[in-house]
């Protein structure tokens, strides 16, 4: 029996992403991809289990950035964390699938999507304070078996307040770290997708303005 038995995840076909134009990394060109991944007709829920060893098909994966006063929320992904190819690499980004459950009046629409990216971050991190976010970039790494399946929508929240704590033993050694620190002896130990957003922090536009 799969760990992944019953649940369902949102999906996009890996043609949509060539359709659109692939590309390897990052891209912060947002609005070439995104209103077509959140297309109610474009995107539909596929049972987790099976997505996990298809390419032919993308999961969906918000990617949420923490900024604090020019610092960044880092992690390191615990045995407890659910996808265990990643286990003990450091993290920039805290999220994971849209399910049936995060269904709104759009049904696959952007408020499906947002109200998904809304629970995970909710399920993973306590926040104090005002954190307005914007999408900044999209990540695709097909260098890999995790990569291969997963399609990720950066989100860059600016946080009021630097008082965060996780609620999952999978988000261990929770701290504030500098872009230097990040790109001196934390880097080779990033995940792939974190090492992409690392490089492209300066690109970034501000967050503070609606999605």
Known sequence: MSKYDGEEILVVPRALLDELGSFDGLTT???RYLPSLLDPERNFFMDRAAAEDDPSHKQLIPYALFRHEGRYLHYVRG????ESRLHAQGSLG???????VD???DHLGRATYMAGVAREIEEELVLEGDHPQRVVALLN???NPVGQVHLGVVHLFELE????SAREEALAE???RTVDELRGGLYENLESWSRFCVDALEGFRPAGQPV
């Open 94 to 100: 805290i999220g994971g699938h849209i399910n049936p």
């Open 29 to 31: 060109d947002v609005e």
């Open 103 to 105: 269904t709104r009046e």
């Open 174 to 176: 929770l701290a504030w």
């Open 161 to 164: 307040s630097a008082e965060v």
């Open 141 to 143: 790494d097909d260098s």
């Open 79 to 82: 045995k407890a964390g659910g």
